[in-house]
Antibody
Framework: EVQLVESGGGVVQPGRSMRLSCVAS????????MHWVRQVPGKGLEWVSG????????GYADPVKGRFTISRDNAKNSLYLQMNSLRAEDTALYYC????????????????WGQGTLVTVSS | QSVLTQPPSVSAAPGQKVTISCSGS????????VSWYQQVPGTAPKLLIY???KRPSGIPDRFSGSKSGTSATLDITGLQTGDEANYYC???????????FGGGTKLTVL
């Protein structure tokens, strides 16, 4: 089955860290760029970070730059998001999304999404 | 405040046509491809249109996209009650060097 499954969300205190994971199946993972997109419940979509097929190029949205790190392990068909120095405004549902091309910085055409994992930053 | 601007809501009767607009700038829509997503509350977004007008496999031709300059539109014809959802446009922004989305448009099928 073609799918993305995220994990690692939960409740975390401000200033602490959390690592999200996304396992892919049913397609050739290392053929495509991958992304993290977040959504505050009831609000719109926000692109967070993207990584090219070979990890050669990586990008971040300004609100998370310097705090979040995206990575992938093609041998494990897995995508990760290491989130440090978490803030209340990082509270959201985090989606893993598959691009339609190799490189992350050409479009926002994501043809496969996970179910999302909820991150709540609260004391 | 979203980089791409969409109307908050649109509505039309079953069987009718609706158009959802998406306004951007020279650094995003004018220069790069536009995508459109449908999101039913409680579910993940679904890609409807990519590369301005292309439909992924399985998306009916009732959904069509176009782009002109710094604006893009999503047309939905033959509206069905099952089309009720939030619709988002998205594009790469070459100045911000990030992906950007519109704020979303809620479609109500009356």
């Amino acid at each position: 089955e073609v799918q993305l499954v995220e994990s690692g969300g939960g409740v975390v205190q401000p200033g602490r860290s959390m690592r999200l994971s996304c396992v892919a199946s049913g397609f050739t993972f290392d053929d495509y760029a991958m992304h993290w997109v977040r959504q505050v419940p009831g609000k719109g979509l926000e692109w967070v970070s993207g990584i090219s097929w070979d990890s050669g190029t990586i990008g971040y949205a300004d609100p998370v730059k310097g705090r979040f790190t995206i990575s992938r392990d093609n041998a494990k068909n897995s995508l990760y998001l290491q989130m440090n120095s978490l803030r209340a405004e990082d509270t959201a549902l985090y989606y893993c999304a598959k691009d339609t091309v190799h490189y992350y910085d050409s479009n926002v055409a994501f043809d496969l999404w996970g179910q999302g994992t909820l991150v709540t930053v609260s004391s | 405040q979203s980089v791409l601007t969409q109307p908050p809501s649109v509505s039309a009767a079953p069987g009718q046509k609706v158009t959802i607009s998406c306004s951007g700038s020279s650094s995003n829509i004018d220069r790069n491809y536009v995508s459109w997503y449908q999101q039913v509350p409680g579910t993940a977004p679904k890609l409807l249109i990519y590369d301005n007008y292309k439909r992924p496999s399985g998306i009916p031709d009732r959904f069509s996209g176009s782009k002109s300059g710094t604006s893009a539109t999503l047309d939905i014809t033959g509206l069905q009650t099952g089309d009720e959802a939030n619709y988002y446009c998205g594009a790469w922004d070459s100045s911000l060097i990030t992906g950007v989305f519109g704020g979303g448009t809620k479609l109500t099928v009356l």
